[in-house]
């Protein structure tokens, strides 16, 4: 009677038994190492779902396996979201640049300069932005480009003395020029600018040309020079006119003395012509009393007139040549 092997009973076969231990040890650790390389890879997945942002740092999701970029910007925090995502970062704080080149004035001169602004990224904007410029790298290159483009812009409305004057007025005109260049044209709904407020800006240096300099000295040179000429000319014409003064006193003081001299020499004239005048007066009327006491003629006359002058001198010598009559004592 044959037996059907499903049948047959089994014997007690020790290398048997030994051969089904061991296979179910190698299931239970093939079963812990499943769940271990489980528990690390699901660990992983968090991980790489989760991404932080510090309390300064604006972020937008980028899932770099679907490429595509969240529509809204996070602060500062942990963030779930896909698998192997990362953040495109932006900063949250005020940002300051600083610029250093030459520009030219209005009246084309080179003016080095010196300037330093600060701007921020508005939340709202950050998605544009990294739409626009991929990344912060490449939108702060932008911003100080326009920066500089707006200082440029802006000296070219000013002279170079205004630089030296009206230094306050360039630096609010510059504010004014880069808040349109970062901030774009309110009137232009086009132009929205680079997606950034500016906040303040500083003219920090402004270096003028040597040859202006040198130019402005000679300028100022020149002025003390004509100013000094016109105080030298009124000192001169000072000095002139009190020679002037001085000379038509002295001319004064010599027409009064002339006047003086000339009225004490006609007083003396006249008193001596009068006196003259009254001597021969008392004379002729000696003469004319002579002549009619003594019943002269004028041959008598001239000689009494001899005989009074006889008297009148203490000694008188005379030298005359023959033949001479000095006497007329006969017509006596």
């Not at 089904?20 to 239970?28: D, F, P, V």
């Not at 774009?184 to 132009?191: A, E, I, K, L």
Request: charged content about 25%.
């Amino acid at each position: 009677m044959s037996m059907n092997r499903s049948n047959r009973p089994r014997s007690y076969d020790p290398e048997s038994v030994g051969f089904l231990n061991c296979s179910n040890s190698s299931r239970k650790y093939v079963w812990g190492s499943c769940t271990l390389i489980s528990a690390i890879v699901i660990i992983a997945l968090v991980a790489a779902s989760i991404k932080g942002l510090s309390s300064v740092e604006y972020g937008v999701e980028y899932d770099r396996w679907s490429k595509e970029l969240d529509d809204a910007a996070k602060q500062g925090g942990l963030h779930v979201g896909p698998v192997g995502f990362r953040f495109i970062k932006f900063p949250s704080t005020q940002i300051s640049a600083d610029l250093s080149d030459t520009c030219v004035s209005q009246d084309g001169l080179r003016v080095e300069f010196a300037v330093q602004f600060q701007y921020q990224m508005p939340a709202e904007s950050i998605v544009d932005a990294v739409r626009a410029y991929r990344d912060y790298e490449t939108w702060v290159g932008i911003v100080e480009f326009c920066g500089n483009a707006a200082i440029q812009h802006t000296c070219s409305d000013f002279n170079v003395t205004d630089f030296q004057n009206n230094r306050a007025l360039i630096q609010n005109a510059m504010l004014d020029t880069l808040k349109l260049k970062l901030e774009g044209d309110p009137t232009n709904d086009s132009d929205v600018g680079v997606h950034a407020i500016a906040s303040s800006l500083q003219l920090q240096n402004v270096n003028i040309p040597f040859e202006y300099k040198e130019a402005v000295s000679e300028k100022q040179k020149a002025k003390e020079d004509i100013l000094l000429a016109k105080n030298q000319r009124q000192q001169e014409k000072t000095k002139a006119m009190t020679e002037l003064l001085a000379a038509k006193d002295g001319a004064k003081k010599i027409i009064a003395s002339a006047l003086n001299s000339a009225n004490v020499t006609i007083t003396r004239a006249e008193l001596k012509a009068s006196e003259t005048v009254f001597s021969i007066e008392k004379e002729k009327d000696v003469l004319v009393q002579a002549k009619t006491n003594f019943n002269l003629d004028a041959n008598g006359i001239l000689a009494y007139m001899s005989n009074q002058l006889y008297a009148s001198v203490k000694k008188l010598e005379a030298s005359v040549g023959e033949p001479a009559k000095i006497s007329r004592k006969d017509e006596l």
